[in-house]
């Protein structure tokens, strides 16, 4: 019997993480693996996702949130929340750059 087609499994296979990297005049607040981020886009909240279309974003005063990609040495790790007061938001498929005017860790 021929083994069946992974593509057509139910269970999607995992993504790798996204890299955020949150920076400011300042310097860089974080930078790490996540597996998702909501961000304060001019227009109102944009969730970014594993393969999302590159875009640049205006970003808002506002808070961006993380959910940190679990490990071994954390498991259940969490949330991050980072308070901005605008600049721009690079996405890609595997990387977000949050460039703010100013952020802190909220």
Do not use: C, E, K, N
Request: hydrophobic share 40%.
């Amino acid at each position: 019997m021929p083994s069946p087609d992974p593509s057509l499994s139910p269970i999607a296979p995992r993504r790798a993480p996204l890299q955020l990297a949150v920076v400011s005049p300042s310097g860089t607040l974080f930078s790490g693996p996540v597996d998702s981020v909501i961000i304060p886009a001019w227009d109102g909240l944009m969730g970014v996702l594993p393969g999302h279309a590159p875009l640049l974003a205006m970003l808002r005063p506002g808070t961006a949130s993380a959910r940190p990609t679990p490990s071994s040495l954390t498991p259940t790790p969490q949330p991050l929340s980072f308070r901005v007061t605008g600049g721009f938001a690079d996405v890609g498929p595997t990387l977000v750059r949050l460039i703010a005017d100013s952020a802190t860790q909220a």
